[in-house]
């Protein structure tokens, strides 16, 4: 039988130190290889190596950087390994040890100043973006959710994103661009995608545009910064919803913008304003579906904003972050698309469609207004990704963000249905379900008032954590609710977070009960 040839086994790749920081000095009386040893020694006494993956260089490597010989490279070596400090594995290299004696890592701690008493002046600008976060919680990003089923809001379902697909495009831009996706790029955007999107849009959001006026920005949010800052003194007012996106607060004070709520009714933001509320300079809304109370602004109220944004020399800002995903009737147009004052800037982002890591959104800018966006986003960050602003141009053309948007408008529709389904008959004697025409969250409304902490509790002792609606308010005083996403998780993982959700109530339901019953 012919003998199978040993596959090779496959060499872990290990990080070499670089040791760039060693000076051997010649004119010195200490001997070069203990010069080496002894800067070697104290790199790898800072501990940050410790981890028994950290591979040193070849003594030919160390040799050639150092200008020195090998046998003096080898000296300081053997010395090393003499002293616990590397360890050698036959075929793989040198590695520093597994554990460096805690003797070592401690013996000469490079000096500490005295701290100092005074607190750190942090500018008026950090300190005025409301977030509570510290620390590590900003690992979990805006939305605050890991990996796990969490029914929170706002996150799409990127296990449906079509990975190969967009990998195969990318590697085919890649092979027709070459080096022409690799260096700076055009501060407005690549521009066969701002033709695309201008397309997609006035098709699909029955916008009024052309290329000229549309920008690639890295996601709503930087669409709204850019807008703020082309259109806004600092200090100037900016209307916004209220409850309101919690980035658009965030965004918006890191630009220095005034920030006034405005309440929201049945038919979207409230127009009347007291004498004493400065007029704005911009109104920021998500006419499509409210975030987060879903509601679709009426037609009237579009037109009553749009003549108030003429008379006062303002600009709408309309985010249309999820307006792909309607479910009850024909969408409405996009607010831009009515306007024919050029008071609207119209922004959208791929974050819902495709997935939220690619940071890719895009504006209709007003033309007057082009230039002046286009500034500051060169100021900002120059320009997103073009590798990536290719392979979604390639994307669109090609129709696979068409038939993306139609699989996960379906998918979409199925898991709101067995969402609103299952959560009336596990939770419906708790919560009342407000179900929005669009969008990936739904309002639960807390039946009795008072479980609201002890269900902002339980959510969070279980993993399940819908966003409080009052975490979303400014002033505005709502009855206690909660707002759940439902879009990322199957059917399975939702009925089994509901049951959880459902059972941790119940259970605390009956061990009051008990309590009741013993006292
Ligand atoms: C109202 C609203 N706008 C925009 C976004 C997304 O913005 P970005 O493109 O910055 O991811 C979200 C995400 O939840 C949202 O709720």
């Not at 996960?408 to 389904?421: L, N, Q, T, V, W």
Request: net charge positive; charged share 25%.
């Amino acid at each position: 039988m012919p003998r199978r040839k040993s596959r090779p086994e496959k060499r872990r790749r290990r990080s070499i130190i670089a040791f760039e920081m060693i000076r051997l000095d010649r004119t010195s009386t200490e001997p070069l290889h203990e010069q080496l040893f002894r800067q070697i020694r104290d790199e790898l006494k800072s501990g940050r190596f410790s981890d028994g993956s950290s591979r040193l260089p070849s003594s030919r490597t160390l040799a050639t950087d150092q200008g020195i010989s090998r046998s003096t490279v080898r000296l300081a070596l053997s010395k090393l390994h003499a002293e616990g400090y590397l360890r050698s594995k036959s075929g793989s290299g040198t590695f520093v040890a597994n554990l460096l004696p805690e003797t070592f890592l401690t013996a000469d701690r490079p000096k500490t100043y005295e701290p100092i008493q005074r607190p750190v002046r942090i500018s008026d600008r950090a300190r005025a973006i409301p977030d509570a976060r510290v620390g590590n919680q900003f690992d979990l990003g805006a939305t605050g959710a890991g990996p796990g089923v969490s029914l929170v809001a706002s996150i799409p379902a990127v296990d449906e994103f079509p990975i190969a697909v967009w990998e195969r495009l990318r590697a085919q831009v890649l092979a027709k661009k070459g080096v022409n996706l690799l260096r700076y790029s055009s501060n407005r955007g690549d521009a066969d995608l701002r033709k695309a999107i201008a397309a997609y849009l006035c098709d699909f959001r029955a916008a009024q545009c052309q290329p000229d006026q549309i920008l690639i920005v890295a996601g709503m949010q930087q669409a709204m910064l850019v807008s703020a800052m082309a259109v806004l003194n600092p200090g100037e007012a900016a209307w916004i919803e209220d409850p309101c996106y919690q980035q658009t607060r965030r965004t918006l004070s890191l630009a220095g913008v005034k920030i006034v709520p405005k309440a929201i009714d049945t038919h979207g933001i409230v127009i009347a304003r007291s004498p004493k509320e400065p007029l704005p300079r911009m109104i920021y809304v998500t006419p499509s579906h409210q975030f987060p109370l879903g509601i679709t602004m009426s037609f009237q109220r579009r037109t009553d904003l749009l003549n108030f944004a003429r008379a006062h020399n303002a600009f709408i800002f309309e985010d249309d972050y999820d307006a792909e995903f309607r479910f009850v009737g024909p969408p409405l147009p996009s607010l831009q698309g009515i306007d024919n004052a050029s008071r609207v800037i119209y922004a959208g982002t791929v974050s819902k469609i495709l997935c939220p890591s690619l940071r890719l959104g895009y504006i209709i800018a007003p033309e007057q207004l082009v230039d002046s966006f286009v500034k500051i986003r060169s100021a900002m960050d120059q320009h997103s990704s073009p590798i990536e602003q290719a392979t979604l141009a390639r994307f669109i053309t090609e129709g696979f963000f068409l038939s993306h948007i139609k699989r996960m408008r379906k998918i979409y529709a199925e898991r709101r249905d067995f969402f609103i389904k299952q959560f009336n008959e596990l939770l419906g004697d708790r919560f009342t379900l407000q179900v929005p025409e669009a969008g990936l969250n739904i309002v639960a409304w807390l039946k009795r008032e008072e479980d609201f902490p002890m269900i902002k509790r339980i959510t969070s002792e279980i993993g399940v954590r819908p966003s409080a609606l009052s975490f979303f308010c400014i002033q505005a005083k709502l009855k206690p609710a909660f707002v759940f996403g439902f879009a990322a998780w199957t059917p399975t993982q939702i009925r089994e977070s509901l049951v959880k959700l459902a059972s941790a109530l119940r259970n605390h339901d009956r061990d009051l009960g008990y309590g009741r019953q013993s006292r």
